[in-house]
């Protein structure tokens, strides 16, 4: 099962980045309280620290979990005191992790502003929640069984609560918000500037309901607001998105001439499900005899949507899979999900413990309508997991977004299947004049690995005023063209 609100953008940036050069050596120093340490992907050295935190805010003598962060230092002597707070997305991605990716993706920012990477509670480091792994080599059969892949994260559920700190009522984002600000704190910031992509973004927007006094400058790139109700919505812009791929090839002689009623033949490949075929593992290489359901091929198509360059190649794996032949469908998927290796690894505790608390419960209220292809099993497979998931409780006042405290930039990417424009465009409105939404049509789920937007990043943050910031030119990327419809070197029939 696919993370929803999980950021490809930074496991495809990530192998792009290990061809460029990182921030060069920092002078040696030392900071109270912190320890030298080294970080993956990250040349110099930065410094680690570790909080010791109540489990239950409501009981500060209980349980403690510790919470560890690291600070990749600023490389000029005269650092400005507002370091840049970065939360990563998954939910249940370990920001720590992604210290190398993230690091260059903010190297002009980090000339003068130290950044701080927080493992979220539950994550990375800090009182991880981690289930067992479906490796990449194991049998298609295992990895598209959907009622095993459902029973082995109930039995992770079960198992993480016999854990010291496996009371996963407390794993929620408003709880860890409440870390966020104690590390501000220890590192005697009077205020933080907050960057978060994805599920990143209900961070920093939380941050900034409970903190409001401590935010100079919030980016917050693909916007997954907490109402947004996961994952009824998430059926909705996966469907936006898929249609889109499908309008994009009717749209283009050259698509349509090769793939005609492309989307019909699709949905009637979905009517035939299930049935047994035989598929070519694409990391083995070995043939696999498998039951191919719905909800299967259509995970297959879900990852690729994320990444334009991968959904140009969707046409070409949709009309070869309706013709009986899957490998182009499965390669895409694994070309997707393989993005960035460990470093993107999930703990796949705290996102259900996140995602039961506070999605689940509001699924009842949701107002999007199910997608024709993609429906209710995405949702489905949700709310089986959470029957019997420990459930926190989130204030009422969660789920609300005051007027932005400071200057906040909104960024979408128009083809995002997760968090596309719409929600950027209800959460701007409600930050009110002091939010601007910024959407790059043709960029995917993150813009922020766009080369031009880490610019436009390092303008927003460094300018003086909000005022300034909000006038920050911010249309580089716009003109970015839709990549045309992939067609093979050795073209044939379909």
Not at 129 to 157: K, M, S
Not at 164 to 181: E, F, I, K, N, S
């Amino acid at each position: 099962m696919k993370n929803p609100l999980l950021s490809p953008t930074l496991a495809v940036a990530l192998l792009a980045e290990l061809l460029g050069a990182g921030p060069a050596a920092h002078a040696a120093e030392s900071r109270p309280g912190l320890q030298a340490c080294r970080l993956p992907g990250v040349t110099h050295e930065a410094f680690c620290g570790v909080l010791r935190r109540p489990l239950d805010p409501a009981q500060p003598q209980g349980t403690q979990i510790d919470v560890h962060y690291a600070v990749l230092p600023a490389l000029a002597r005269n650092r400005r005191p507002d370091p840049v707070l970065f939360f990563a997305g998954g939910p249940g991605q370990s920001a720590m992790s992604l210290a190398g990716p993230v690091g260059r993706m903010l190297t002009r920012l980090s000339n003068r502003r130290d950044v701080v990477l927080i493992d979220q509670r539950g994550t990375g480091r800090s009182a991880p929640l981690f289930c067992d792994e479906v490796l990449p080599g194991a049998p298609l059969a295992e990895a598209a069984d959907t009622a095993r892949q459902i029973a082995r994260l109930q039995a992770c559920g079960v198992q993480l609560q016999k854990l010291p700190y496996g009371d996963l009522r407390h794993y929620t984002t408003w709880v860890a918000m409440q870390d966020a600000d104690a590390v501000r704190q220890a590192l005697g910031a009077a205020q933080v500037n907050l960057v978060g992509g994805s599920y990143g973004t209900r961070a920093v927007l939380e941050y900034m309901r409970q903190f409001p006094q401590a935010v100079r400058r919030a980016v917050i790139d693909g916007v997954a607001p907490a109402d947004m109700v996961l994952p009824a919505s998430f059926s909705t812009d996966n469907q936006a998105a898929l249609d889109a791929v499908f309008a994009a090839c009717e749209g283009d002689d050259a698509c349509r001439q090769r793939h005609p009623a492309l989307r019909t033949r699709f949905t009637a490949l979905l009517g035939s499900l299930p049935r047994d075929e035989t598929l070519t593992h694409p990391l083995t290489g070995r043939p696999e005899r498998v039951t191919l359901t719905r909800d299967g091929v259509l995970g297959l198509v879900r990852g690729p949507l994320y990444v334009p360059a991968l959904a140009a190649a969707l046409p070409q794996a949709m009309a070869d899979a309706a013709g009986g032949r899957f490998d182009g469908l499965l390669g895409l998927a694994s070309a997707f999900g393989s993005g960035g290796g460990r470093a993107m690894r999930v703990a796949e505790g705290m996102h259900f413990s996140v995602v039961c608390a506070e999605d689940l419960p509001r699924m009842a209220q949701a107002v999007d309508a199910p997608g024709a292809d993609f429906g209710q099993g995405f949702a489905a497979q949700y709310r089986r997991i959470c029957e019997g998931w420990p459930r926190g409780v989130v204030p009422a006042a969660f789920y609300t977004l005051p007027s932005a405290p400071a200057a906040t930039l909104v960024l979408s990417g128009g083809a995002d299947p997760a968090t596309p424009s719409r929600h950027g465009d209800r959460v701007a409105k409600a930050l009110g004049a002091k939010a601007r939404h910024v959407v790059v049509p043709q960029a995917g789920h993150g813009v922020l690995a766009l080369p031009c937007m880490r610019d436009v990043l390092f303008r927003f943050i460094d300018a003086e005023a909000d005022d300034a910031a909000l006038q920050v030119e911010a249309d580089c990327a716009r003109q970015i063209p839709r990549p045309p419809a992939f067609v093979p070197l050795l073209a044939g029939g379909v």
